[in-house]
T-cell receptor, first 115, second 115 residues
């Protein structure tokens, strides 16, 4: 597709369940980012990938969060044993490469609700 | 670490009035600065960016922003608001102290436009 695609667009789950969120970046974009947007708050950086590597995982909120990227394309963000505070919109973005002047292209987000 | 402060979580203007959304950043080196807009249920899209060229930057939809180093500010303006400008606006900084290439976003400002 022409833009960043995320799925599911909405996910409602019960506390304690695992969830997987998927991101398809723009073809050819080597850099991929995950942010979290809680209601009424700004974007919280979670993790980025350069190719298939994630050099810095310190932004992940806890060890229940993990992410991977394969084929320098699709990325999956996994949240294990979900908690109510995990409820948020998870945004994925991609860019041609990691450089500080580059524009990020965002998907529409995956809205996660943990009951 | 780089950071961004957006003054005012909500700004309300009348249609046709001046729009002013404030953004201040912290950095000890020249940063790269961005404004993104998020319409309801959509991902963020780039409005404009400053990358050390002209200090007055023009973006899409009639918006512009001026980089003022002495004030560490990058305020977003538009001479005449339109109903379609109602959205969430995010200021972001990258490449600041510490050399982070990952954009840091502000908490966002919701622009409300009254008829």
């Amino acid at each position: 597709g022409a833009g960043v695609s995320q799925s599911p667009s909405n996910k409602v789950t019960e506390k304690g369940k695992d969830v997987e969120l998927r991101c398809d970046p723009i073809s050819g974009h080597t850099a991929l980012y995950w942010y979290r947007q809680r209601l009424g708050q700004g974007l919280e950086f979670l993790i980025y990938f350069q190719g298939n590597s994630a050099p810095d995982k310190s932004g992940l909120p806890s060890d229940r969060f993990s992410a991977e990227r394969t084929g320098e394309s699709v990325s999956t963000l996994t949240i294990q044993r979900t908690q109510q505070e995990d409820s948020a919109v998870y945004l994925c973005a991609s860019s041609l490469e990691i450089r500080n002047t580059g524009e990020l292209f965002f998907g529409e987000g995956s809205r996660l609700t943990v009951l | 670490a780089q950071s961004v402060t957006q003054l005012g979580s909500h700004v309300s203007v009348s249609e046709g009035a001046l729009v002013l959304l404030r953004c201040n950043y912290s950095s000890s080196v020249p940063p790269y600065l961005f404004w993104y807009v998020q319409y309801p249920n959509q991902g963020l899209q780039l409005l404009l960016k400053y990358t050390s060229a002209a200090t007055l930057v023009k973006g899409i939809n009639g918006f512009e922003a001026e980089f003022k180093k002495s004030e560490t500010s990058f305020h977003l303006t538009k001479p005449s608001a339109h109903m379609s400008d109602a959205a969430e606006y995010f200021c972001a900084v990258s490449g600041a102290a510490g050399g982070s290439y990952i954009p840091t976003f502000g908490r966002g400002t919701s622009l409300i436009v009254h008829p």
